[in-house]
Nanobody, 126 residues
Framework: QLQLVESGGGLVQPGGSLRLSCGAS????????LAWFRQAPGKEREGVTCISRNGGNTDYADSVKGRFTISRDDAKNTVYLQMNNLKPEDTAVYYCAAGDYGLGYPLCGYNSMDYWGKGTLVTVSL
């Protein structure tokens, strides 16, 4: 059973940066498509970015393109989210998730995620 634990959240001023990490245990991440989601107060959870099993394909929500970067280090069993030029509207609880899309699936996505972390809070404010 894969277990995911996020870390790295906190309070940051607008324009600042944070790097979130999501460490895995119980299985190896290289079997899975990985994604970051977020949920802001009073809003539905949304997919922010995802990365394919081999890291060759990524996708970003329009709201974070050019500011956020997802990466994975399967040797460390960890997925990262580098967030730059943060804005107040980025304030949310951020979740990492893993999905078994099958060995041959070359892309990434946000549906059918099988495992979720408990989230880490990011607050962007003066």
């Amino acid at each position: 059973q894969l277990q995911l634990v996020e870390s790295g959240g906190g309070l940051v001023q607008p324009g600042g940066s944070l790097r979130l990490s999501c460490g895995a245990s119980g299985s190896t991440l290289n079997y899975y498509v990985l994604a970051w989601f977020r949920q802001a107060p009073g809003k539905e959870r949304e997919g922010v970015t995802c990365i394919s099993r081999n890291g060759g394909n990524t996708d970003y929500a329009d709201s974070v393109k050019g500011r956020f970067t997802i990466s994975r280090d399967d040797a460390k069993n960890t997925v990262y989210l580098q967030m730059n030029n943060l804005k107040p509207e980025d304030t949310a609880v951020y979740y990492c998730a893993a999905g078994d899309y099958g060995l041959g699936y070359p892309l990434c996505g946000y549906n059918s995620m099988d495992y979720w972390g408990k989230g880490t809070l990011v607050t962007v404010s003066l």
